[in-house]
């Protein structure tokens, strides 16, 4: 039927939407799946991959991007062992994304998806927004967090979240021009955006 990419902004409840709307539909969710899927495919650790993901844009990693080229990772590097920066993570995403949306009736959290199948004939992109407050609150009742620990998290994940799209060479990510439905979790209960998310992909 549809492939549904989901963005978020941390906190407004992307993961939450996306179970509902698998179990609804009947459709296969994919989020930290993801982690495992590029982490095979490149031949590398989940470690690597979720440092990759961490770090995405820090000075670390273009240190090391310098001073291993793309060009000498088959020099360093035999067919056995795998070798993994933010381009190849890129990459990988691209190709399994690709491979996860031909395949259909998915739901992708996250990880670039409304760029990686913006011109996919049946996807659907939807963004969820909250005002901040709202999503220190759903933190800290979903996650079992302080109040103090919820804004971190938020911070920090939000930080990520730039840094990882900037390497899709994209600024623009809450730009809802992107996204066939913009949700404001402020306004709406998860019951309610997951019948608007699911009448999205009837339809």
């Known amino acids: 039927m549809a492939v549904l990419t989901i963005s978020r902004e941390f906190g407004a409840g992307g993961r939450t939407l996306g179970k509902m709307v698998a179990s609804q539909m009947g459709y296969t969710l994919v989020d930290e799946d993801l982690v495992q899927m590029v ?15 961490k770090e995405a844009g820090g000075s ?33 995403l691209y190709e399994i994304i690709g491979d996860l949306a031909e395949e259909d009736n998915c739901i992708i959290v996250g ?12 996807a659907f992109h939807v963004l969820l927004i909250a005002e901040h407050e709202d999503r220190v609150k759903f933190m800290m009742e979903h996650y079992d967090l302080t109040e103090e620990r919820a804004k971190n998290t938020i911070r ?23 996204y066939h439905l913009v949700l404001n979790m402020s306004k709406l209960s998860m019951e309610k955006a997951t019948n608007i998310a699911c009448n999205l992909i009837k339809a």
């Open 39 to 53: 982490a095979e495919r490149a031949k590398v650790s989940n470690n690597s991959v979720r440092n990759i993901e």
């Open 60 to 92: 670390l990693l273009k240190f090391m991007n310098y001073l291993v080229s793309q060009k000498n990772v088959s020099r360093i590097l035999d067919d056995s062992r795998g070798y993994m920066d933010e381009q190849i993570y890129i990459n990988t």
């Open 156 to 178: 920090v994940h939000g930080k990520r979240r730039r840094n990882l799209y900037r390497k899709f060479g994209k600024e623009n990510y809450d730009e809802p021009g992107l």
């Open 111 to 122: 990880r670039g998806g409304q760029y990686i199948l913006r011109d996919h004939a049946t």
